[in-house]
């Protein structure tokens, strides 16, 4: 998984800054995939992924696009395995500081330290938040 890499073809919605926007079309491997964390889901039957744009791309190209295993394995860990080891460790640790209410306390104390790391991410993260964006590979141009 570490070392996998993940392509996926879709066309350009929304291309401005350096980043562009995909549309890219559900089909029966979305079930299974580990990048779906990277997805938004629409309306209708397709997905939208906001990548990096190397190329400079126009709205209604055709990409190839390349998801790392590394990049997801470790958003996956910074969404999920961080906040758990926390919560766990504020139940812990609010059951040894607390000795009346333990368990409505040390709950509180476990669920503040998550919001805490998540209000942390949303504040000081932005800055990598582009870096670790799919990235563009091939494009193909209708014109």
């Known amino acids: 998984m570490y070392r996998e890499e993940l392509y996926e073809e879709g066309i350009v919605k929304e291309a401005k800054d350096g980043i562009a ?28 992924l906001s990548v990096r744009d190397p190329y400079g791309v126009q709205p209604g190209d055709k990409v190839r696009v390349v998801i790392n295993g590394s990049r997801i394995l470790s958003a996956s860990f910074m969404l999920y395995g ?21 368990e409505l306390y040390s709950s509180l104390f476990a669920i503040g330290l998550v919001l805490i790391y998540m209000l942390f991410i949303l504040l000081f993260r932005r800055k990598e938040k582009i870096n670790s964006y799919p990235e563009i590979v091939f494009v193909s141009s209708p014109r």
């Not at 549309?23 to 629409?42: F, L, N, V």
């Not at 460790?89 to 009346?100: N, P, V």
């Open 21 to 48: 926007i995909i549309s890219i079309q559900d089909s029966d491997r979305c079930e299974d995939c580990t990048a779906k964390i990277y997805c938004k889901t629409g309306n209708t039957d397709e997905r939208s």
């Open 82 to 102: 961080i906040p758990l080891i926390l919560l766990l460790a504020g139940i812990f640790i609010g059951s040894e500081i607390f000795q009346t209410n333990m």
